[in-house]
């Protein structure tokens, strides 16, 4: 021991060095120097939490991915269970819903996705950060649908983008504690804040891409000037590049039809299919006709019209009944609106038909429209060229081969009256009766040759008609015509003709068994006749006679006649004539 009483090597016992009480003060303080830095390490932690989830975000510039991350990340950090992220649409309802902690057959069995009502409004009708301990029990809480998870705590948190509001966060269910703490709410709103930038980078980053997609379209439109280019290749090139670039369903371009005053679908690529080209509508009763008379592009969801107005006009029949949003476009050109370009998607496309693929879908229109014109252009060119050509054969036919066989037919004549042999007689009368024929032929195929192909003319539609027989028969029928068809036939009377050819060419078809048949068409002072004549097995005593009727009674109506009988060679001869005054 030493002087001092103490034994050399040991510290002195606690309980001599310290009074009892400082003991005790010294163990609570330790205890909560531990809780601090047990505190602050798991602050660290969800600082590191925050800060990879920033990157991760940060770095996927695709925004439906994003999102999903951004609810994830979110309930990752307050220890969620369940999570959403509710995307604001124009009129401040809930556009989209992105779910995190319920499956796909959760949310299938829950139903349509809420619309923002209810305590998810409380966001949206004030922007500010919200806990509740108990969901049910705030006043603006209606409840929970069918199969939806049982949920208690609650914190929101809205998203901005600048100075709007982008959406809102909602969490629910704090997992280890009874509600949402402070330091939860102050993690996921610096998380919201990071979030609307990469989501304001994403959506700019798709504006730029979407800009690209679409001036790329453009050039390759504007690509078709520089070449050979036909108008129904490029309508099917601009409608298929359109849907292509603006992530669509369907894309057809309509056409106006002055005469009849309907739009025509001139092209389509999509889901409507090639049977939807040709359909009309009458331009009155549709969207796509004020457009065109107004130039000016709508967008509009095409099965009901926003809240409190009635549903939005037609836009076409053939649609799909699952379309969701639709784009119209007029094809501008100097003298006005060529005809439309009309966008639609199903309402899943949530990436389809946003607000800059107006403005973007408007100049890849004003590119197509050039396009069209110059295609016009070069078919009146190719045009001018056939007419030009077939003037020049209707006048080589009038003024040489008809006035050669003319004259061949005068010098018969003359060579009759020289021969007194009956036969030979008889055999040049025939001859000239022959030419006589062969001149009338001539002058109706130089009136032919004077109309523009395809135009539609009277003479072309009975040639249309005859030649969807062809496919029936076996052959095709002989065609005869007299007369000026389009200067002596009333516009009234036309349809009629076509229907009469059309019924007895198939009968013609149905029963005779025949192997010719014959259609003459004669157009006189005194009216239009029809003659149509084959040489099958006649019309016999059990043939349905209700065609027949038909004919008689449309003859009897417009003051005419009609009658069938036996040709005397084999066969039925059917006339049928009607004034045309």
Request: net charge negative; proline share 6%.
């Amino acid at each position: 021991m030493t002087a001092g009483g103490t034994v050399p090597g040991r510290w002195p016992e606690p309980s001599r060095a310290l009074p009892e009480l400082s003991a005790v003060r010294l163990e609570e303080l330790l205890h909560e120097l531990l809780e601090r830095v047990g505190a602050v390490t798991a602050m660290q932690e969800r600082l590191r939490a925050l800060l990879d989830a920033v990157v991760g975000i940060a770095s996927d510039l695709e925004l439906p991915r994003m999102l999903e991350r951004i609810v994830a990340a979110a309930c990752h950090l307050a220890g969620a269970r369940y999570g959403a992220l509710g995307v604001l649409g124009p009129n401040r309802m809930l556009a989209q819903f992105i779910t995190y902690g319920i499956s796909a057959e959760q949310r299938e069995r829950i139903g349509p996705l809420p619309q923002g009502h209810g305590v998810l409004g409380l966001l949206i009708d004030s922007p500010e950060a919200v806990r509740m301990l108990e969901i049910g029990a705030h006043p603006q809480s209606h409840g929970f649908p069918a199969h939806h998870p049982v949920m208690s705590s609650f914190l929101g948190v809205p998203i901005r983008i600048r100075d709007r509001v982008y959406g809102n966060l909602y969490l629910a269910e704090k997992e280890g504690a009874r509600e949402f703490s402070q330091e939860d709410e102050d993690v996921v709103s610096a998380l919201a804040a990071a979030a609307g930038v990469a989501i304001d980078n994403a959506a700019l980053y798709e504006v730029s891409e979407r800009r690209l997609r679409w001036l790329e379209a453009g050039t390759e439109i504007s690509n078709l000037l520089l070449g050979e280019v036909q108008r129904d290749e490029a309508l099917l090139r601009v409608a298929a590049r359109a849907r292509e670039v603006s992530d669509s369903d369907v894309a057809f371009i309509v056409l106006p039809d002055e005469k009849a005053g309907d739009l025509v679908i001139a092209a389509v690529d999509g889901r409507m299919g090639d049977h939807a080209l040709q359909q009309r509508m009458p331009a009155a009763e549709s969207l796509i006709g004020t457009v065109l008379r107004t130039g000016e592009p709508v967008v509009i969801p095409t099965d009901v019209g926003p809240t409190g107005s009635p549903p939005a006009p037609q836009l076409w029949p053939g649609l799909p009944r699952d379309v969701g949003r639709a784009l119209v476009v007029p094809l501008r050109s100097a003298t006005g609106a060529l005809g439309a370009l009309v966008l639609v998607a199903q309402r899943e496309r949530r990436a389809a038909l946003l607000p800059p693929d107006v403005q973007l879908a408007e100049s890849f229109a004003a590119q197509a429209a050039l396009a069209l014109a110059r295609a016009a252009a070069q078919a009146d060119r190719e045009l001018l060229a056939v007419l030009g050509d077939r003037d020049r054969i209707a006048r080589d036919l009038h003024d040489v081969v008809i006035q050669r066989l003319f004259a061949t037919g005068l010098g018969l004549q003359t060579a009759v009256r020289l021969t007194s042999h009956p036969q030979v007689r008889s055999r040049v009368e025939s001859a000239v009766d022959d030419l006589d024929e062969v001149i009338r032929d001539i002058r109706g195929a130089i009136f032919e040759l004077h109309h523009r192909p395809g135009e539609g003319d009277l003479h072309t539609s009975i040639r249309s008609v005859l030649d969807e027989a062809q496919h029936v028969l076996g052959f095709a029928p002989q065609l005869r015509v007299r007369g000026r068809l389009e200067t002596d036939v009333p516009a009234g009377l036309q349809p009629h003709l076509l229907a009469v050819v059309r019924e007895a060419v198939s009968n013609a078809a149905r029963h005779a068994k025949a192997s010719a048949v014959l259609v003459a068409v004669l157009v006189d002072g005194d009216g239009v006749s029809i003659t149509v004549s084959d040489d099958g097995i006649g019309i016999g005593t059990a043939t349905r006679r209700s065609g027949l009727e038909n004919l008689r009674r449309r003859a009897e109506e417009m003051g005419g006649s009609f009658a069938v009988s036996p040709r005397e060679s084999g066969g039925t001869v059917l006339e049928w004539h009607v004034p045309t005054a």
